[in-house]
Structures are given as structure tokens and as C-alpha cells.
């Protein structure tokens, strides 16, 4: 059974960096497309940016690209996202999840094509 559990959240300024970890246990990672998502305090959960299985691509949604990138430590088997240039909008817990399931194609970062969750992270951006 895949574990996954993030850290490295906290308490930001705007512009400000922080990077986000997700390891993983119980299964290998790299066979898994893993998908960052966020939840601010009284809306949807919603997609940020996702990685592929098996060395496929990145896909990031729009309100992030250019500031945020994903990448995999296979000898780790860990998943990091980068966050550079933090916007107070950025703010919001920070879940990591894992699909088997999208093999062969670029991920999709929706929620609901998720099977496995982190337990999630913080993360704060103000002055």
C-alpha cells in the first residue's frame, strides 16, 4: 500500500521560495503519476501541477507555470515542488497524491483521478 507524506511547508513572504517534499513508502513512485494540489480555507481543492509516470512530462496549470516546477528523486522516492516568487494567493494546505492508472500519457492534475493522499501540508504566504 503507497504512503505518501509531505513536508517543508511554512510561513512565507511574498516572493519568497519554499520547496515541498512528498515521499513515498509501501510502493515505487516512479511508477506513479503524482499530482501537487492546493485547498484555501472555504474552496475547492484544486489541481497545481502534476508529473507523469515513468519519466513522462510535467503538466501545470496556468497560475502557476513559470514560478513553480516539479521533480522526482527516483533513488529517493520522493516527489519535490519548487515554489519560487509566492503570491499570498499561493496560500493554502498542500496535498500530494499518486495515480497508477495514467500509464503511457501525459498526468492530469484533477483530484478525482487520484487514488492515494498525503496527509497535507501548510503552506502561508504573507508579510
Known amino acids: 500500500q503507497l504512503q505518501l507524506v509531505e513536508s517543508g511547508g511554512g510561513l512565507v513572504q511574498p516572493g519568497g521560495s519554499l520547496r515541498l517534499s512528498c515521499a513515498a513508502s509501501?510502493?515505487?513512485?516512479?511508477?506513479?503519476?503524482v499530482g501537487w494540489f492546493r485547498q484555501a480555507p472555504g474552496k475547492e481543492r484544486e489541481g497545481v501541477l502534476c508529473?507523469?509516470?515513468?519519466?513522462?512530462?510535467?503538466n501545470y496549470s496556468d497560475s502557476v507555470k513559470g514560478r513553480f516546477t516539479i521533480s522526482r528523486d527516483n533513488a529517493k522516492n520522493t516527489v519535490y515542488l519548487q515554489m519560487n516568487s509566492l503570491k499570498p494567493e499561493d496560500t493554502g494546505v498542500y496535498y500530494c497524491?499518486?495515480?497508477?492508472?495514467?500509464?503511457?500519457?501525459?498526468?492530469?492534475?484533477?483530484?478525482?483521478?487520484?487514488?492515494?493522499w498525503g496527509q497535507g501540508t501548510q503552506v502561508t504566504v504573507s508579510s
Open positions: 497524491a499518486a495515480d497508477p492508472n495514467q500509464l503511457f500519457r501525459l498526468c492530469v492534475a484533477v483530484p478525482d483521478e487520484y487514488e492515494y
Open positions: 509501501g510502493a515505487t513512485l516512479n511508477y506513479y503519476a
Open positions: 508529473i507523469s509516470s515513468l519519466g513522462g512530462g510535467a
